[in-house]
Antibody
């Protein structure tokens, strides 16, 4: 059974960079028809898509965050990562990683449990 | 890209049916069927309930159904149960391979 697990610091200082990693277990990150993405949810607010990546390295970004975000993949470790630069309090959120299936669903069918990141000095 | 529009809240009594709308434009929801719906109980990760407008993944009860008319997609939950109380989000996978979320709808089972 495929599982995704987010990891990274829970506290980041304003103006610094937030870095998170999603480890995929129970399946290969390199399978075709699967993309891998990051979604976040500020406290008490809705979901926001951040970015998506294919195992070959093709990337897609939310235009509103594109200038500050980099998504990358490490197929040897079965992981993909998120880097969000110049963070502010508005970036405080639960960050989820998820699998985007693009053969049947065109939707995110497997999610990590989420990791809380707080931006504060 | 603008978020899809959902009502902030809906409610219904056990056994009743409720419908949650998700409105976009003729350029997004109106043009593509890659609309999905997610259920998110408090403190948990979202769960895929509907994909491609009206299809249910394995294990999702048939009380959940989806449809689309024009620029608006809808999620209908029939035979409401207490366990259905959650936030619901619609999402569109766009032609540019990006994702648009709706603002979310809180379902209260009275």
């Amino acid at each position: 059974q495929l599982q995704l697990q987010e990891s990274g610091p829970g506290l980041v200082k304003p103006s610094e960079a937030l870095s998170l990693t999603c480890t995929v277990s129970g399946g290969s990150i390199s399978r075709s028809t699967y993309y891998w993405g990051w979604i976040r949810q500020p406290p008490g607010k809705g979901l926001e898509w951040i970015a998506t990546i294919y195992y070959s390295g093709s990337t897609y970004y939310n235009p509103s965050l594109k200038s500050r975000v980099t998504i990358s993949v490490d197929t040897s470790k079965n992981q993909f990562s998120l880097k969000l630069r110049s963070v502010t309090a508005a970036d405080t959120a639960v960050y989820y990683c998820a699998r985007l299936e693009t053969y049947y669903y065109y939707a995110m069918d497997v999610w990590g449990q989420g990791t809380t990141v707080t931006v504060s000095s | 890209q603008s978020a899809l529009t959902q009502p902030p809240s809906v409610s219904g009594s056990p056994g009743q049916s409720v419908t949650i709308s998700c409105t976009g434009t003729s350029s997004d929801v109106g043009s593509y069927n890659r609309v999905s719906w997610y259920q998110q109980p408090p403190g948990t990760a979202p769960k895929l309930m509907i994909y491609e407008v009206s299809y249910r993944p394995s294990g999702v009860p048939d009380r959940f159904s989806g449809s689309k008319s024009g620029n608006t997609a809808s999620l209908t939950i029939s035979g409401l149960q207490a366990e259905d109380e959650a936030d619901y989000y619609c999402t569109l996978y766009t032609s540019s391979s990006t994702l648009l979320f709706g603002g979310g709808t809180k379902l209260t089972v009275l």
